[in-house]
């Protein structure tokens, strides 16, 4: 079984000079407070701003079935967005140390949200990546193809989810 701590022999870190923890911050702020306070809940602005140091900051809001603003990112939008850049970043990484040149690589992914049993809140039934990888002449396609298992298999988000992420990649030649 894979261990998602790199060993020195294949990445040449050490373990024990990694963190065990890694710690991510983010403030944020009802930015629609401007526009009233929640008097009912038809009546209220759902925009927030979210700061990361040193980042640009990103203008939310709700999503429009949730009343809210859809010419801003909501977040399920960055929920299916961060889950194809793990899946996307993971991937590289692997043919990167593999040995498989990818010149392209592109997703389309899909995330349902949606009620369960009646009465029971929102929540994410599943989300599909659809990577579409290009490599070169030269690369291995068989491996390319097999290295998306492993990338989900090391995408931590993915694995931070309590519902299904499916991977339905296809890897292509020019």
């Not at 909501?74 to 996307?88: F, G, K, Y």
């Not at 988000?157 to 990649?169: D, G, K, L, N, T």
Request: proline share 7%.
């Amino acid at each position: 079984m894979y261990s998602r701590i790199p060993r020195r022999h294949k990445h040449g870190v050490h373990p024990c000079t990694m963190p065990a923890r890694h710690r991510f911050e983010a403030s944020l702020r009802w930015t629609g407070a401007q526009g009233g306070a929640t008097t009912a809940y038809d009546a209220y602005d759902r925009s927030l701003l979210v700061e990361v140091d040193g980042k640009p900051p990103l203008d939310l809001s709700a999503a429009p079935p949730l009343r809210g603003d859809g010419g801003r990112h909501n977040p399920e939008d960055l929920l299916v967005a961060a889950l194809s850049a793990c899946h996307a970043l993971s991937y590289l990484a692997l043919c990167a140390r593999r040995g498989v040149r990818v010149v392209a690589y592109e997703d389309a992914a899909v995330g349902e949200l949606g009620h369960g049993a009646p009465g029971k809140t929102l929540h994410f039934h599943e989300v599909v990546l659809r990577p579409r990888v290009t490599i070169d002449a030269t690369s291995d396609l068989a491996l390319a193809e097999q290295l998306h298992a492993r990338a989900h298999d090391e995408c931590f988000i993915a694995a931070s989810v309590s519902f299904p992420v499916r991977v339905e990649a296809v890897v292509v030649r020019p």
